[in-house]
């Protein structure tokens, strides 16, 4: 029950922050911002596991850093790219598709397989994301560019998928073969993410000297990265530590359905479709749940 908590959880903390990161006003590309959000994170994480005891073989270790240069560097990346072009209910439906890719990967690499009715539920997720791929956006959504431009984002919002489950999945592989707690495994990926993006620094605009209005900015970031990478990650990795990874992936899927209340913040309409993905989603997630996760 602990770690089905912690996953809704964490959905919802993603929810809010993908909503907050796509209001706030910048021009940093999305690798950029995302080197700034990590570098906040770990800022906030740090005093907190610093005088934690760390024992973590080689193995486990080279797992979670490998896990953050993929899921939350490159992986984030994507998302944030994806972002922009397709607005925050798109993109986190898109994203539901992680359960069925890291079910699979589970079963296949950590011997996690799921019954089937968790199959069930994985094939309504996966349903609900082909609707929304095929969903053309709403009018008053304030999307950039052409057709084009959105197929640009499914795709980024596919590669951000991709690199999202992997991540995931190679979290779970450490977090099975060591003691580490959430807090210190999600401040070792966010260091790893951030050590990867560091020689963006240099590229980056001296404090004061960033797109304004800075007083509307930090506000936005720091309430996004406490949530959606601090809190968000954290309860990820809990999530990770106590459920099989493509169960966890699942519930953390969540997000297309609890974004629908925020839609009309952005201008989004659902529409049938929209509301029929996200209820497909919350179908799939409650088999993944309701037949056997533990």
Known sequence: MTGALAALAAALCWTVA???????????????????????????????????????????????????????????????????????????????????????????????????????????????????????????????????????????????????????LLARAALRASALDPLQSATLRLAAAALVLLPLLRQLPPLGQGPRPAGRRWPLALAATLLGTSLGIALQQTALQRLPGGLAVALMATAPVMALPLAGLEGDRPGRTGVAAAVLALAGVSCVVGLGAG
Do not use: H
Request: charged share 10%; hydrophobic share 55%; proline share 7%.
């Open 18 to 168: 993908s909503s907050l990161w796509r209001r706030l006003p910048t021009s940093l590309s999305p690798v950029r911002l995302n080197l700034y959000k990590n570098l906040l994170a770990l800022a906030l994480l740090v005093p907190l596991v610093a005088l934690r005891p760390w024992s973590v073989p080689a193995g486990p270790l080279a797992l979670l850093l490998l896990s953050g240069v993929l899921g939350i560097a490159a992986g984030d990346s994507f998302y944030f790219a994806a972002l922009r072009l397709l607005g925050t209910r798109r993109t986190l439906t898109l994203d539901a598709g992680g359960p069925g890719l890291a079910a699979v990967a589970g079963a296949l690499l950590l011997a996690e397989w799921p019954t089937a009715g968790q199959w069930l539920g994985l094939g309504l997720i996966s349903l609900a994301v082909l609707l929304v791929a095929r969903q053309r956006p709403s009018d008053g959504l304030a999307l950039p560019g052409p057709a084009a431009s959105q197929r640009r984002g499914i795709a980024l919002a596919l590669a951000a998928l991709v690199c999202g489950s992997g991540g995931a």
